[in-house]
């Protein structure tokens, strides 16, 4: 479902010298259907960095990053949005969202784009809502203005709502309750179940010793730090 | 899938002075892109070469009617542009009294569209003309006002409501947000997010506000003196810049 | 020359009217549309009907009889100054008698009584620019013309009945030509409109807007409406005190301070034709020839 070979990525900053600063080189991962891979290493190692180019977040100077059959590293920005629509999921920890916006709509919207029937959408989202525990009178309001733990979940539930068969879960986990965590856990073997291949990043070790098949190191992937 | 819209190579000049210079790229249905940069870094420009206000010196603007297909609007009859103009495209305009009939009250503004395309029947003129306030929380018993009644963010969504009426395919804005408190703002945006998704519209616009392009926008392109220097997905481009101008743009905005 | 020497036959030169003759043809050719012309100094002031005298002046010839008159009157001040300018200026025979005049200047109305193929009726101009009001920029208003955008024309008549419930403009009521342009009929009362599909040549002169529009006889000139809000060329429903007529463009008049009105026509020759003819309205007295 995802697979990635020779991957490298550089940021170069302009206005400091144009210094270059090399952050990867030749990153090899695979992940099957089904499968829940978990990427580890220091912090600094890459984790995210390599999520984020794996959504096309963040560009990459060579290799590929190949989901559902598009070349990310190379496609063109409506190759890439559409993916992101209909294949490719991503829970990062932080919720973005256009203020104002109830908290319902927020998360039934990736359902709505993909054209899904506007009631069946929401029911969705009033049922992820719930298992997240979210009380039921904040579901009109706006998230903005939640507690971090709840606009966590709200984030969750938003990456949950469409049925994606690839997903990227930035710490999904972490500062949840013990009841919440359960059900972040149950939704990750529910996707599982169901065909979804998963790339995660855990601090969480019983967490990650759950769900994970794998894991893989991203210092493996790190230059060396000649330069 | 045929682009929305196509555009090769435009450049417009001012004398010896770049307006702007080789820009291409394609739109496709449903997408939403951001052309930002500094003033003077020629994006109201190339949006008026866009949208017909202008006539490019250089290049192509391919649009796909419905008659015909892909067409070259810089090179089409001035009588076909302009009834483009108010049919498949809008303008929403950043001050909206150079968008607006200020003399006009609201409904007639909304309705200008309708009437121009042949619609002459008052009450089923009028009846739209509410319907289309009322979904930019325009409430109905402010329909025979005159815009210069309302406050700055009303005249902006009674200048969407008044290009949108006739469910045009292609939307130009020129900083739709500009000079809007903070709030307002967010409730445009909002308003424009809905839109676009609920009429499947594809849009171009121009602003110096990267944070409005990072809600509405799919895709992004950076302009400076002229020049496309660098396009991308939005977040692409916001997150991982790669040409030392948006690096500087992006590391430029004040954090809140 | 004229019968004191002093001025060329109808006070312009003949190049000018050559020149005038020139728009008013091609005004005819294409009628409704706004030909420009290069209108001259008059020793009248604008609004008094500069434009509708040079038009007059390009038309006269020595055999015509000429008749002007002002919001139906031919005894108003406008009136009786044009009339005796062309008197001096052309040496023409003049009269009050519509059925008499060959030009017919006009101001605000077209005469109650029908129009014949020999006479031509010669209207002043305020402002030719029907869409001016919405739309300030001439060359904005010149394209809309080139390329048949009418829709603002609606907008205004949408403007009148989102304000008054129904199309208040009541006078200066735009009318589209054969289908084509959108003409200002200058402002006369809406009740005239109808009239103007006629068998007499209408000329319109503009002076301070240097335009000059025409409509050949029996041109289709259909005044624009909604479906749901059809053209009314309603008139005040009340039948003339002096002569009792029930279809003609009434003139409101306060007699007194008590603010007793009377409606009255307002053609003054129309009225005063009807009176001799024996008919009579509530105020009005038999006829004799002192009584108008």
Known sequence: ?227 | MTPLLQVKDIAKFYGNRIGCTDVSFDLYPGEVMGIVGESGSGKSTLLNCLAGHLAPDAGQVFFDTREAGLKDTVTMSEPERRMLGRTDWAFVHQHARDGLRMGVSAGGNVGERLMAVGARHYGDIRAQAVDWLDRVEISEDRVDDRPSAFSGGMQQRLQIARNLVTGPRLVFMDEPTGGLDVSVQARLLDLLRGLVRQMGLSAIIVTHDLAVVRLLADRLMVMKDGNVVETGLTDQVLDDPQHGYTQLLVSSVLQV | ?292
């Not at chain 3, 589209?176 to 209408?202: T, W």
């Not at chain 3, 009314?232 to 463009?249: I, M, N, R």
Request: aromatic residues 8%.
């Open chain 3, 1 to 292: 020359m004229t019968q004191n020497g002093q001025y060329n036959f109808a006070y312009l030169d003949e190049q000018t009217k050559r020149m005038i003759r020139r728009a008013i043809l091609k005004g005819l050719a294409v009628p409704g549309y706004q030909v420009p012309f290069a209108s001259r100094e008059m020793p009248m002031p604008y609004g008094w009907g500069t434009g509708g005298v040079q038009v007059s002046a390009a038309c006269l010839t020595a055999d015509d009889t000429f008749k002007v008159i002002d919001q139906g009157a031919d005894d108003t001040t406008n009136a009786v100054s044009i009339r005796k300018f062309f008197e001096r200026t052309a040496d023409v025979a003049v009269t009050e008698r519509t059925s008499d005049a060959s030009v017919i200047q006009t101001r605000h109305r077209i005469p109650e009584e029908p129009l014949s193929e020999d006479q031509i009726l010669v209207y002043q101009v305020p402002i030719p620019e029907p869409l001016r009001f919405l739309e300030p920029r001439e060359t904005e208003t010149r394209k809309m013309h080139a390329l048949e955008e009418y829709g603002l024309m609606h907008v205004k008549l949408y403007e009148d009945i989102a304000r008054h419930g129904n199309i208040a403009t009541s006078y200066a009521y735009p009318v589209k030509v054969e289908g084509r342009y959108v003409m200002d009929p200058s402002p006369i009362p809406k009740f005239d409109n109808p009239k103007m599909e006629m068998a007499a040549i209408q000329l319109f002169g503009a002076g301070r807007e240097q335009r000059i529009y025409a409509l050949p006889p029996y041109t289709q000139v259909v005044s624009l409406d909604f479906e749901d809000h059809p053209f009314d060329p309603s008139k005040a429903d009340h039948l003339c005190a002096l002569c009792g007529a029930e279809h003609t463009y009434l003139d409101e008049v306060i007699v007194d301070d008590d603010g007793t009105r009377m409606y009255v026509c307002s053609d003054t020759d129309y009225c005063a034709t009807r009176r001799a003819e024996g008919h009579t309205g509530t105020m009005g007295t038999p006829f004799t020839e002192d009584a108008a």
């Open chain 1, 1 to 227: 479902m995802i697979k990635i070979e020779n991957l490298c990525k550089n940021f170069v900053l302009h206005n400091q010298g144009s210094a270059v600063i090399p952050v990867m080189e030749n990153a090899h991962l695979s992940v099957a259907p089904g499968e829940c891979i978990a990427l580890i290493g220091a912090s600094g190692a890459g984790k995210s960095t390599l999520m984020r180019m794996i959504y096309g977040n963040y560009l990459s100077q060579s290799g590929s990053i190949v989901v559902d059959g598009v070349d990310v590293a190379t496609a063109e920005p409506r190759e890439i949005l559409q993916l992101r629509r209909d294949t490719l999921g991503y829970v990062s920890q932080f919720l973005r969202v256009v203020p104002r916006v109830p908290t319902l709509e927020v998360v039934a919207e990736p359902l709505l784009n993909i054209g899904t029937d506007r009631d069946a959408a929401l029911a969705r989202a009033r049922d992820l809502l719930a298992r997240l525990n979210i009380p039921e009178r904040l579901w009109a309001l706006s998230p903005t203005t939640f507690s971090g733990g709840e606009q966590q979940r709200v984030n969750i539930a938003r990456g949950f709502a469409h049925s994606f068969p690839a997903m990227l879960l930035d710490e999904p986990t972490a500062s949840l309750d013990a009841t919440n965590r359960e059900v972040v856990l149950t939704l990750i073997e529910e996707a599982k179940a169901r065909g979804a291949a998963i790339i995660g990043i855990f601090h969480d070790e019983a967490a990650r010793a759950r769900v994970c098949d794998r894991e893989v190191d991203v210092t493996g992937f790190t230059p060396a730090k000649a330069a």
